[in-house]
């Protein structure tokens, strides 16, 4: 261990032991002084299996990256590790029980797991409140956890290359989001929850198992790239849905509605005033109507920049509602969303 410091590629607070074949790292055999004027530490492709805990020696510590190795847990040691800021720890055998305990007190702003073992984002990351950046890609993850929205700071979600199924709309609340990035998954909707994400620029969504849009996407006005290339988005499965007849209570909540009778909360209970709040108008405009709980779903293509047609669910009050919109992508030429969408709106849309 004499020679580590020697052969290190030195500069001012970096230390680059990268690629050097090792088998074992200790902190011990660095000066002293070295290790207290370190705050970049490289250990990148060696044959590290663990990281040892002298680590913790690097007391001003910024970024440490232990990428390329062959590390199935992380020590104790990095949670003293106060000031580090960035954790690159990608392509390892890490999976969620590899992590400290208290490995969420971390400060943390930066922090890498892609290509490892994951089956689960380990709460102990949903505990870092200053996290900006999270790389958890090609791992095994099933799902995101809820606990997600903890993570206030953060700017970029990376989760391609999973088995992700659903987004949770927890994902939402994250005030902050920029870069969402779920390509290669097998999700097969998008929440409409999503809208909140009113700093979100980068959407990518290829490859998953997506056949619409919900049309809320309309909402995310910052937008400028969403990716769909290698989804089915065809409207086949439209056909298939069935239409469950409105109940009594809707067709005279309707009748209320469409005809505009006036009503008095004392004429009504207190629930049915609540319930002929909750009616929704007929997107067509040739409709009057409004619906309760019985709608008809359907696929409403809607263009953007004039190249692309994107589709979006629809919801009509019945079937038998005249409406622009269509299952063919041809016939919607007079949909009033057309117009109303700003060719700049999204700067690229990737469906090929």
């Known amino acids: 261990m004499e020679n580590h410091e020697a052969a290190a590629v030195a500069g001012d607070g970096v230390l680059d032991?990268?690629?050097m074949s090792l088998n074992t790292f200790s902190a011990d055999s660095i000066r002293g002084e070295r290790k207290k004027e370190t705050r970049l530490l490289y250990l990148n492709y060696n044959r590290l299996s663990s990281l040892h805990p002298s680590v913790s020696l690097f007391c001003n510590l910024e970024l440490l990256d232990i990428s390329s190795n062959d590390l199935s847990t992380i020590c104790d040691g990095i949670t003293r590790l106060t000031k580090l800021r960035t954790l690159i720890a990608k392509n390892n055998r890490l999976d969620e029980f590899s992590l400290p305990k208290d490995f969420g007190s971390l400060q943390l702003e930066v922090l890498n797991f892609s290509g490892n073992r994951f089956q689960e984002i380990p709460l102990q990351c949903t505990k870092l409140l200053r996290l900006q950046s999270l790389s958890l890609g090609g791992n095994r993850l099933k799902s995101i956890p809820?606990?997600?929205?903890?993570?206030?700071?953060?700017?970029?979600?990376y989760l391609g290359g999973n088995l992700i199924s659903a987004i949770p709309p927890e994902v939402a609340n994250l005030p902050y989001l920029t870069y969402l990035v779920l390509c290669d998954n097998h999700i097969q909707s998008v929440p409409p929850?999503?809208?909140?994400?009113?700093?979100?620029?980068?959407?990518?969504?290829h490859n998953n198992l997506l056949t619409y849009l919900p049309r809320e996407i309309l909402s995310l006005v910052h937008l400028q790239e969403l990716s769909l290339r290698g989804n089915p988005l065809v409207v086949r499965f439209v056909k298939e849905m069935t239409y469950d007849p409105?109940?009594?209570?809707?067709?005279?909540?309707?009748?209320i509605k469409s005809r505009n009778i006036p009503y008095f909360p004392c004429d009504l209970p207190s629930n049915l005033l609540h319930y002929l709040d909750l009616a929704s108008k007929c997107p067509n405009p040739k409709c009057a109507g409004v619906y309760f709980d019985s709608c008809v779903r359907q696929i409403k293509f809607v263009d953007f920049c004039g190249k692309y047609?994107?589709?979006?669910?629809?919801?009509?009050?019945?079937?038998e509602c005249t409406s622009p919109c269509s299952s063919n992508p041809q016939s919607d030429a007079e949909s009033e969303d057309?117009?109303?969408?700003p060719a700049d709106r999204l700067q690229r849309v990737l469906l090929g």
């Open 17 to 19: 032991f990268s690629r």
């Open 146 to 157: 809820a606990e997600i929205e903890n993570l206030v700071s953060l700017e970029l979600l």
């Open 193 to 205: 929850q999503l809208t909140r994400l009113h700093s979100l620029r980068s959407l990518s969504l």
């Open 246 to 255: 409105p109940s009594l209570l809707e067709l005279a909540g309707r009748t």
């Open 309 to 319: 047609r994107l589709p979006l669910m629809h919801y009509l009050c019945s079937p």
């Open 338 to 341: 057309e117009s109303s969408v």
